[in-house]
T-cell receptor, first 113, second 112 residues
Protein backbone atom coordinates (compact mmCIF):
# COMPACT_ATOMS: atom_id res chain seq x y z
CA UNK A 1 0.00 0.00 0.00
CA UNK A 2 1.67 3.20 -1.17
CA UNK A 3 1.74 6.01 1.29
CA UNK A 4 1.45 9.67 0.41
CA UNK A 5 3.51 10.37 -2.71
CA UNK A 6 4.70 13.76 -3.87
CA UNK A 7 6.41 15.05 -7.00
CA UNK A 8 8.81 16.44 -7.87
CA UNK A 9 11.17 15.77 -4.98
CA UNK A 10 13.43 18.72 -5.74
CA UNK A 11 13.14 21.70 -8.04
CA UNK A 12 14.71 25.08 -8.62
CA UNK A 13 12.73 28.06 -9.89
CA UNK A 14 13.52 31.68 -10.61
CA UNK A 15 11.93 34.54 -8.71
CA UNK A 16 8.65 35.57 -10.37
CA UNK A 17 7.99 32.17 -11.91
CA UNK A 18 5.14 29.83 -11.07
CA UNK A 19 5.36 26.30 -9.69
CA UNK A 20 3.00 23.33 -9.42
CA UNK A 21 3.56 20.56 -6.89
CA UNK A 22 1.63 17.31 -6.94
CA UNK A 23 0.38 14.89 -4.29
CA UNK A 24 -1.29 11.50 -4.35
CA UNK A 25 -2.89 10.64 -1.01
CA UNK A 26 -2.61 7.34 0.77
CA UNK A 27 -5.09 4.75 -0.48
CA UNK A 28 -8.49 5.25 1.15
CA UNK A 29 -7.77 8.87 2.11
CA UNK A 30 -9.99 11.60 0.68
CA UNK A 31 -8.69 14.70 2.48
CA UNK A 32 -5.44 16.41 1.54
CA UNK A 33 -3.61 19.19 3.35
CA UNK A 34 -0.53 21.15 2.33
CA UNK A 35 2.17 22.51 4.62
CA UNK A 36 5.21 24.73 4.09
CA UNK A 37 8.32 24.04 6.15
CA UNK A 38 11.14 26.57 6.12
CA UNK A 39 14.60 25.39 7.15
CA UNK A 40 14.84 24.93 10.92
CA UNK A 41 11.14 25.50 11.55
CA UNK A 42 8.07 23.34 12.01
CA UNK A 43 5.57 22.82 9.19
CA UNK A 44 3.04 25.62 8.65
CA UNK A 45 -0.48 24.79 7.45
CA UNK A 46 -1.34 26.23 4.03
CA UNK A 47 -4.76 24.74 3.24
CA UNK A 48 -6.88 21.60 3.20
CA UNK A 49 -8.98 20.09 0.42
CA UNK A 50 -11.94 17.77 0.73
CA UNK A 51 -14.54 16.95 -1.91
CA UNK A 52 -12.57 19.06 -4.38
CA UNK A 53 -13.07 22.21 -2.31
CA UNK A 54 -10.76 24.22 -0.10
CA UNK A 55 -12.11 23.68 3.43
CA UNK A 56 -9.59 25.45 5.64
CA UNK A 57 -6.80 27.89 4.95
CA UNK A 58 -3.84 29.07 6.94
CA UNK A 59 -2.21 32.49 6.87
CA UNK A 60 -0.86 32.37 3.32
CA UNK A 61 -1.39 34.90 0.49
CA UNK A 62 -3.55 34.27 -2.55
CA UNK A 63 -0.41 33.46 -4.55
CA UNK A 64 -0.82 30.02 -2.99
CA UNK A 65 -3.67 28.10 -4.54
CA UNK A 66 -4.63 24.49 -4.87
CA UNK A 67 -6.85 21.97 -6.49
CA UNK A 68 -8.18 18.53 -5.68
CA UNK A 69 -9.18 16.09 -8.39
CA UNK A 70 -11.97 13.49 -8.35
CA UNK A 71 -9.39 10.77 -7.57
CA UNK A 72 -8.46 12.78 -4.43
CA UNK A 73 -5.01 13.74 -5.70
CA UNK A 74 -4.07 17.38 -5.28
CA UNK A 75 -1.90 20.14 -6.64
CA UNK A 76 -0.36 23.13 -4.93
CA UNK A 77 0.32 26.15 -7.15
CA UNK A 78 2.45 29.10 -6.17
CA UNK A 79 2.52 32.17 -8.42
CA UNK A 80 5.00 35.05 -8.57
CA UNK A 81 7.59 33.14 -6.58
CA UNK A 82 9.62 35.00 -3.97
CA UNK A 83 12.96 34.02 -2.49
CA UNK A 84 11.13 33.44 0.80
CA UNK A 85 9.02 30.71 -0.79
CA UNK A 86 12.06 28.44 -0.71
CA UNK A 87 11.03 25.60 1.58
CA UNK A 88 10.01 21.97 1.90
CA UNK A 89 6.38 21.59 0.83
CA UNK A 90 4.62 18.72 2.55
CA UNK A 91 1.40 17.02 1.58
CA UNK A 92 -0.62 15.19 4.22
CA UNK A 93 -3.66 12.97 3.79
CA UNK A 94 -6.30 11.45 6.02
CA UNK A 95 -9.69 9.84 5.66
CA UNK A 96 -12.69 11.82 6.87
CA UNK A 97 -14.00 10.85 10.26
CA UNK A 98 -13.07 11.14 13.90
CA UNK A 99 -9.83 9.72 15.20
CA UNK A 100 -8.07 9.43 11.88
CA UNK A 101 -4.35 9.96 11.75
CA UNK A 102 -2.74 12.32 9.28
CA UNK A 103 0.03 10.82 7.16
CA UNK A 104 2.69 12.94 5.49
CA UNK A 105 4.59 12.51 2.25
CA UNK A 106 8.33 13.03 1.93
CA UNK A 107 7.89 16.52 0.55
CA UNK A 108 9.00 18.61 -2.40
CA UNK A 109 12.05 20.79 -1.90
CA UNK A 110 11.58 24.12 -3.69
CA UNK A 111 14.50 26.49 -4.13
CA UNK A 112 13.79 29.95 -5.53
CA UNK A 113 16.82 31.79 -6.91
CA UNK B 1 -5.68 24.81 17.95
CA UNK B 2 -3.85 25.19 21.25
CA UNK B 3 -0.20 26.20 21.32
CA UNK B 4 2.42 23.81 22.62
CA UNK B 5 5.79 24.42 24.25
CA UNK B 6 8.69 22.00 23.97
CA UNK B 7 12.36 22.21 24.95
CA UNK B 8 14.46 22.95 21.86
CA UNK B 9 16.85 20.04 22.36
CA UNK B 10 17.54 16.95 24.46
CA UNK B 11 20.18 14.24 24.56
CA UNK B 12 19.69 10.59 25.46
CA UNK B 13 22.05 7.64 25.78
CA UNK B 14 21.46 4.74 23.45
CA UNK B 15 19.41 2.01 25.13
CA UNK B 16 18.00 4.32 27.76
CA UNK B 17 14.48 5.73 27.87
CA UNK B 18 13.96 9.11 26.22
CA UNK B 19 11.31 11.26 27.92
CA UNK B 20 10.19 14.22 25.84
CA UNK B 21 7.96 16.76 27.61
CA UNK B 22 5.31 19.01 26.10
CA UNK B 23 3.25 21.77 27.70
CA UNK B 24 -0.19 22.54 26.30
CA UNK B 25 -1.78 24.54 29.09
CA UNK B 26 -4.52 26.04 26.88
CA UNK B 27 -5.74 22.71 25.52
CA UNK B 28 -9.50 22.42 25.05
CA UNK B 29 -11.61 19.49 26.12
CA UNK B 30 -12.05 18.21 22.58
CA UNK B 31 -8.41 18.52 21.53
CA UNK B 32 -6.18 15.50 21.19
CA UNK B 33 -2.42 15.42 21.78
CA UNK B 34 -0.47 14.11 18.79
CA UNK B 35 3.21 13.34 18.47
CA UNK B 36 5.14 13.24 15.22
CA UNK B 37 8.83 13.00 14.48
CA UNK B 38 10.84 14.17 11.52
CA UNK B 39 14.11 12.63 10.58
CA UNK B 40 16.34 14.95 8.58
CA UNK B 41 14.87 15.91 5.20
CA UNK B 42 11.97 13.46 5.46
CA UNK B 43 8.26 14.02 6.01
CA UNK B 44 6.89 13.92 9.58
CA UNK B 45 6.09 10.43 10.83
CA UNK B 46 3.12 9.76 13.10
CA UNK B 47 4.06 8.27 16.48
CA UNK B 48 1.07 8.27 18.81
CA UNK B 49 -1.91 10.30 19.98
CA UNK B 50 -4.29 10.45 22.94
CA UNK B 51 -7.10 12.41 24.55
CA UNK B 52 -7.00 11.78 28.31
CA UNK B 53 -5.75 8.28 28.96
CA UNK B 54 -2.20 7.10 28.64
CA UNK B 55 -1.51 5.33 25.38
CA UNK B 56 1.09 2.82 24.23
CA UNK B 57 1.94 1.39 20.84
CA UNK B 58 4.89 -0.38 19.30
CA UNK B 59 6.84 2.86 18.96
CA UNK B 60 6.25 4.77 22.17
CA UNK B 61 4.13 5.55 25.21
CA UNK B 62 2.20 8.77 25.81
CA UNK B 63 1.56 9.97 29.33
CA UNK B 64 -0.99 12.79 29.68
CA UNK B 65 -1.39 14.54 33.03
CA UNK B 66 -4.77 14.45 34.72
CA UNK B 67 -5.40 18.15 34.02
CA UNK B 68 -4.29 17.55 30.40
CA UNK B 69 -2.03 20.58 30.48
CA UNK B 70 1.11 18.62 29.72
CA UNK B 71 2.23 15.30 28.31
CA UNK B 72 5.36 13.19 27.95
CA UNK B 73 6.38 11.01 25.05
CA UNK B 74 8.46 8.04 26.16
CA UNK B 75 10.72 6.08 23.83
CA UNK B 76 11.50 3.11 26.09
CA UNK B 77 14.83 2.03 24.59
CA UNK B 78 16.21 4.79 22.38
CA UNK B 79 18.37 3.84 19.42
CA UNK B 80 20.57 5.98 17.19
CA UNK B 81 17.80 5.89 14.56
CA UNK B 82 15.50 7.73 16.98
CA UNK B 83 17.59 10.88 16.52
CA UNK B 84 15.07 13.31 15.04
CA UNK B 85 12.95 16.40 15.67
CA UNK B 86 9.90 15.50 17.75
CA UNK B 87 6.75 17.58 17.43
CA UNK B 88 3.93 17.71 19.93
CA UNK B 89 0.72 19.17 18.52
CA UNK B 90 -2.83 19.47 19.79
CA UNK B 91 -5.80 19.51 17.49
CA UNK B 92 -9.49 18.94 17.36
CA UNK B 93 -10.13 15.51 15.98
CA UNK B 94 -13.20 15.88 13.82
CA UNK B 95 -14.11 15.59 10.21
CA UNK B 96 -12.39 18.86 9.29
CA UNK B 97 -9.30 18.41 11.39
CA UNK B 98 -6.68 18.69 8.68
CA UNK B 99 -5.09 21.74 10.22
CA UNK B 100 -2.31 20.94 12.64
CA UNK B 101 -0.30 23.72 14.28
CA UNK B 102 3.34 22.72 14.65
CA UNK B 103 5.85 24.48 16.86
CA UNK B 104 9.60 24.14 16.41
CA UNK B 105 9.75 20.77 18.19
CA UNK B 106 12.45 19.12 20.27
CA UNK B 107 15.63 17.91 18.59
CA UNK B 108 16.45 14.59 20.25
CA UNK B 109 20.00 13.36 19.84
CA UNK B 110 20.63 9.75 20.83
CA UNK B 111 24.29 9.20 21.64
CA UNK B 112 26.19 5.89 21.68
Amino acid sequence: DAGVTQSPTHLIKTRGQQVTLRCSPKSGHDTVSWYQQALGQGPQFIFQYYEEEERQRGNFPDRFSGHQFPNYSSELNVNALLLGDSALYLCASQPQGVGNTIYFGEGSWLTVV
Amino acid sequence: DAKTTQPPSMDCAEGRAANLPCNHSTISGNEYVYWYRQIHSQGPQYIIHGLKNNETNEMASLIITEDRKSSTLILPHATLRDTAVYYCIVRVDNTNAGKSTFGDGTTLTVKP
